[in-house]
């Protein structure tokens, strides 16, 4: 496990959004400004919004996006945040990788590299969903992914970007 320096310092974090239930648009950009409204949280850019084909069981299209926040708080604490912010929105925890109101998922927290029991950072699915690549190289091409130490530009060329689509 990474050593934490909890001594106040903003943070650069990436974050991707997703819903297919509901009224996916309002949720996530509802989600968003709560997101902002938290203490400890900046919100510093939003991708556009892609309607994406559902990966896993199947389900209706799902709408994803990226965020990228300054934080100042630890990696633990944001992750309780954005469970925090899910629960508000109606999420319910049904089957894995099945359909959702409201899904939250910390991608990159600076170049950390993390794995605890109930958090790893970078996000271990990242580097193979189109849904979130696409989105996220629209704000931040030149991150380095950690782990593979490719930029999300580069990573997104290696992807089948045939099922996401721009609002
Ligand atoms: N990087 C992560 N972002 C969000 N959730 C994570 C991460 N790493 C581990 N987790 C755990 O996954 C569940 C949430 O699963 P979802 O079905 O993606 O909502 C959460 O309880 C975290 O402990
Ligand atoms: N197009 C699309 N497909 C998806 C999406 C998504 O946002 N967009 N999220 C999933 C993730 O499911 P879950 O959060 O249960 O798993 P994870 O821990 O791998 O993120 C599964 N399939």
Redesign the pocket.
């Known amino acids: 496990m990474a050593e934490w320096d909890n001594s106040g310092v903003w943070r650069s974090c990436a974050i991707a959004l997703g819903s297919n239930l509901g009224d996916s648009r309002t949720t996530l950009e509802n989600a968003l400004k709560t997101l902002a409204q938290t203490p400890g949280i900046i919100l510093q850019a939003v991708s556009s919004w892609y309607v994406t084909k559902a990966v896993g069981p199947p389900q209706p299209d799902y709408l994803n996006g990226c965020a990228l926040l300054s934080v100042q708080m630890s990696p633990e604490a944001l ?1 309780e945040t ?2 925090s912010v899910e629960a508000k929105f109606g999420r319910v ?1 049904r089957e894995p990788w099945g359909p959702r109101t409201l ?1 939250l ?2 991608l990159l927290f600076d170049d950390l590299i993390l794995q605890t029991q ?4 970078p ?1 271990p699915r990242m580097n193979e969903r189109a849904f979130v690549l696409v989105p996220l190289a629209e704000i931040a091409p030149d991150w380095v992914e950690p782990v593979s130490g490719h930029a999300i530009a580069q990573l997104v060329q290696a992807v089948d970007c045939s099922g996401v689509h721009r609002l």
């Open positions: 992750l954005l469970l925890r899904d998922d910390l109930s958090l790893q950072i996000h």
